[in-house]
């Protein structure tokens, strides 16, 4: 069997009070059960997926193609995005299943009835990403492994002591940066079962992320502080976690191996070469801020937005150039 174990530790408040608390979550619970969908019948799989539309996920299209993927002839290009796509979408899947979980701790945890009935209409939505991701992933290639960053953040917030981190650190920072990226990547794919895959998913990480900001606009400055120093500090090590993969080289006591190496390796491309060509364009800072940064461009600006950016830390998201 195929599974990693956390030790967690969460205490469930019972909440007796089922009048309207925070009306806009209680509006936005509404709109949750107005938008389900079914992962089985609302998305067009009877059409057939064309691997030369689908599109490399990990390769914008404003963004000159690297050369060694120039170099590859194109049914080899197409056999690279497809696979270069399936890596990418593995770990979405794996971080749907995460939120997913989370999001079961924070139906146990949140102080507010709305809360928690809004918290159980994202449980099935998570179950409904995870269903959806993992019928499509098995038309272009195979689920790959997790990478530490998102292992790392994921099992940080489900083992996090204030419910506050779990919000900030799943609705605030990893489902902006989930809805930020879906809606790129439905620029660069022309197949329609993508396409609608990300329509559908993208509507739903965009109520995530807004009951994230509307619980943690209000509850922020309710917080003592020492806590939200705290939570300060959470939401900037869950940011740098995932902009950094962890800077992990190790995961288990084994040696990190990313999966795109051998993905290289099967398609022609000689990794050592790849990656010095990707480093040295990365190493260039005005092509560096041209690429789209999921961090800078969606997740740090909802962390200002409920006020958890402040002079105490704005700093440390300058200097590795997750502001504007």
Known sequence: MNFDTIDTTV???W?????VNIKALRDLYEVAKREQWNAATDIPWEIETDPAQVGDMMNDPGVE??????ALPTEKQIEL???RSAHMLSNFLHGEQGAMMLCGQLVEVVPDM?????????VIDEARHVEVFHRYIQRLDRIYPAMPGLTALINAVLTADLWQMKCIGMQVIAESIAMGSFKKMLEITGDEVLRKVFELTSQDEARHVSYGLIYMKDEIPKMNEPDRDRLEDF???AMTILATNGLMEEKQGKKWVDPLQQIYIDVGIDPEKANSEIVSRMSDPE????????????????LERIGLITD???HKYQEVGLTD
């Open 11 to 13: 205490t469930a408040l």
């Open 15 to 19: 909440r007796y009070d089922y009048d």
């Open 65 to 70: 193609p690297f050369d060694f993927v120039k």
């Open 81 to 83: 995005a497809k696979k």
């Open 114 to 122: 709305d809360g928690k009935l809004y918290a159980s209409t994202q």
């Open 235 to 237: 939401a900037w090590t």
């Open 287 to 302: 092509a560096l801020k041209a690429q789209p940064n999921p961090f800078r461009d969606h997740a740090y600006p909802q």
């Open 312 to 314: 105490r830390t704005r």
